[in-house]
């Protein structure tokens, strides 16, 4: 017999276009935040747009939010998605600190 507690709710047919419309803006809010926080780091956008970066960054993880709650994930897969917005939001930081040390390096 299946384990009762492996068995998830089935999405409902009016829950299919949330789901598709918060998924979309993952990538649009995910995008807006790697991409602005980029062009801070390079110089094309004032420093003082970088809370916008991670207003998007924000964002991304509310739409997640909203796309696991209406698909109703389990447990290990909520985490899974909270672990991966935390490396999403982490990742740049680290791009970027590894090209200015190697910068630093081979420049000095």
């Known amino acids: ?10 999405i409902a047919l009016d829950d299919f276009l949330p ?5 979309a803006l993952v990538l649009v809010f995910g995008g807006l935040y790697v ?3 980029t062009a801070v780091k ?5 420093k003082w747009t970088m809370p916008f970066a991670y207003m998007f960054w924000l ?9 696991g709650s209406l698909m109703h994930v389990g ?8 672990i991966a917005m935390i490396g999403y939001l982490l990742l740049p930081h680290a791009v970027y600190y590894m090209q200015d040390q190697v910068h630093e390096e081979n420049e000095h």
Do not use: N
């Open 1 to 10: 017999m299946i384990d009762p507690s492996l068995i998830r709710p089935e």
């Open 19 to 23: 789901i598709f419309v918060s998924s």
């Open 35 to 37: 991409g602005i926080y």
């Open 42 to 46: 390079v110089s094309m956008l004032k």
């Open 59 to 67: 964002l991304t993880a509310y739409c997640l939010y909203i796309m």
């Open 75 to 82: 447990d290990f897969t909520a985490k899974a998605l909270v």
